[in-house]
């Protein structure tokens, strides 16, 4: 069974400082990656893919790949208080199918 | 433009009652996903929809729950003898084929069986 494990938090950073939100996947040959943000009471937004080994920036966020290892991060510089939400990791299986895994996210509290 | 548009926001039903949701998928996405949500878990994927394709059903719980798409576009999510159990958050997702499958999400429709 595919899984796709996010430390479910909180975690809790002060304004201005950097958060870094982990996860893990079990299918080896997964392609793509995605980091969706979720606010209270709101439907997943999609922030980040990523597709290749590395880094990829945007401002503020920066989304970083390692398939060897079999995680992807998600880094957010600068953390403001509205940057407070639940962070969904979700995962594309290898072979055409089409269907992401998602983590069961992580919450992130940034405190004034 | 235009995002995904789901309808009814909310919803409150009887057990036993049928429901219909309804998705309006972001012009020109062929890939619609519906997902279910209940409070405070993650997101349970129900069915897939790509371009004319059947669709994948695998995630659909039950005999209850039943989905179409019509003319590739507008998607109907369909319960039938609703059980409390289905009182969840219903996020219906568009993604253009060929993109990598980002997903835009929709608001969802909240229901409630009481």
């Known amino acids: 069974q595919k899984e796709v494990e996010q430390n479910s938090g909180p975690l809790s950073v002060p304004e201005g400082a950097i958060a870094s939100l982990n996860c893990t996947y079990s299918?080896?040959?997964?392609?793509?990656f995605f980091w969706y943000r979720q606010y209270s009471g709101k439907s997943p937004e999609l922030i980040m893919s990523?597709?290749?080994?590395g880094d990829k920036e945007d401002g503020r966020f920066t989304a970083q790949l390692n398939k060897a290892s079999q995680y992807v991060s998600l880094l957010i510089r600068d953390s403001q208080p509205s940057d407070s939400a639940t962070y969904l990791c979700?995962?594309?299986?290898?072979?055409?199918?089409?269907?992401?895994?998602f983590g069961r996210g992580t919450s992130l509290i940034v405190h004034p | 433009g235009a995002g995904v548009s789901q309808s009814p926001s909310n919803k409150v039903t009887e057990k036993g009652k049928d429901v219909e949701l309804r998705c309006d998928p972001i012009?020109?996405?062929?890939?619609l996903y519906w997902y279910r949500q209940s409070l405070g878990q993650g997101l349970e994927f129900l069915i897939y929809?790509?371009?004319?394709?059947?669709?994948?059903k695998s995630g659909l719980p039950s005999d209850r729950f039943s989905a179409e798409r019509t003319g590739g576009s507008v998607s109907t999510l369909t319960i039938q003898r609703t059980q409390q159990e289905d009182s969840a958050v219903y996020l219906c997702?568009?993604?253009?084929?060929?993109?990598?499958?980002?997903?835009?999400f929709g608001p969802g429709t909240r229901l409630t069986v009481t």
């Open positions: 997702a568009s993604s253009l084929h060929g993109t990598g499958r980002e997903q835009y």
């Open positions: 299918d080896r040959g997964s392609q793509s």
């Open positions: 990523i597709y290749s080994n």
């Open positions: 979700a995962v594309n299986p290898e072979g055409g199918s089409y269907i992401p895994t």
């Open positions: 012009s020109g996405h062929t890939a």
């Open positions: 929809f790509q371009g004319n394709s059947a669709p994948d």
